[in-house]
Antibody
Framework: QLQLEESGPGLVKPSETLSLTCTVS??????????WGWIRQPPGKGLEWIAT???????YYNPSLKSRVTISVDTSRNQFSLKLSSVTAADTAVYYC?????????????????????WGQGTLVTVS | EIVLTQSPGTLSLSPGERATLSCRAS???????LAWYQQKPGQAPRLLID???SRATGIPDRFSGSGSGTDFTLTISRLEPEDFAVYYC?????????FGQGTKVEVK
């Protein structure tokens, strides 16, 4: 069974860049079976999808964050990463990484199914 | 962007009772691409239901999902002590994928 674990600084200064890594075990990040996503949850609030990536590098972003977000994958380390630039207090949240399954579009290409199957335990990032 | 509104905000019930949670979308959800999650304090969400009505692996059959279009329901047939938690719906038919604000199921 897949296991995911987030890592990165718990405290980031305003205007700086938040950087997190998700390490995958129990499976290969290069597998064609999965897409990989980031979701966040401000304290006491709901969930927000941030971005998704495939091992090939195909990326999908939430338009509300796209201008500040970069998601990347490192197949040699079985990791994928998130960078969020120009952070403010509003970016304070628990950040989760998760796996996603796929479907085929009309052209026969794999596309992520947008729900999240396996989740990491989450990591709290405070902007202050 | 599709906005999901969950009701009620809080549901106060006793173990053994039936829980009915509602999720209403601001526009029709493509292909009933709707998921439900359970989240307990200090834990990550856990996938319960996808495709509006398909239970995820290992999810007990007391959890069931239904609905289509803009109206969806999660039903817990008989509440067990471990079911008291916050439940979120999520649509993935249209990007950006969005979540409801959650319904808390608490012990009465």
């Amino acid at each position: 069974q897949l296991q995911l674990e987030e890592s990165g600084p718990g405290l980031v200064k305003p205007s700086e860049t938040l950087s997190l890594t998700c390490t995958v075990s129990g499976g290969s990040i290069g597998s064609t079976r999965y897409f990989w996503g980031w979701i966040r949850q401000p304290p006491g609030k709901g969930l927000e999808w941030i971005a998704t990536i495939y091992y090939s590098g195909s990326t999908y972003y939430n338009p509300s964050l796209k201008s500040r977000v970069t998601i990347s994958v490192d197949t040699s380390r079985n990791q994928f990463s998130l960078k969020l630039s120009s952070v403010t207090a509003a970016d304070t949240a628990v950040y989760y990484c998760a796996s996603q399954t796929y479907s085929y579009d009309r052209s026969g290409f794999q596309q992520p199914k947008g729900y999240f199957q396996q989740w990491g335990q989450g990591t709290l990032v405070t902007v202050s | 962007e599709i906005v999901l509104t969950q009701s009620p905000g809080t549901l106060s019930l006793s173990p053994g009772e039936r829980a009915t949670l509602s999720c209403r979308a601001s526009q029709s959800v493509t292909s009933s691409y709707l998921a439900w999650y359970q989240q307990k304090p200090g834990q990550a969400p856990r996938l319960l239901i996808d495709g509006a009505s398909s239970r995820a692996t290992g999810i007990p059959d007391r959890f069931s999902g239904s609905g289509s279009g803009t109206d969806f329901t999660l039903t817990i047939s008989r509440l067990e002590p471990e079911d008291f938690a916050v439940y979120y719906c999520q649509q993935y038919g249209s990007s950006p994928w969005t979540f409801g604000q959650g319904t808390k199921v608490e012990v009465k």
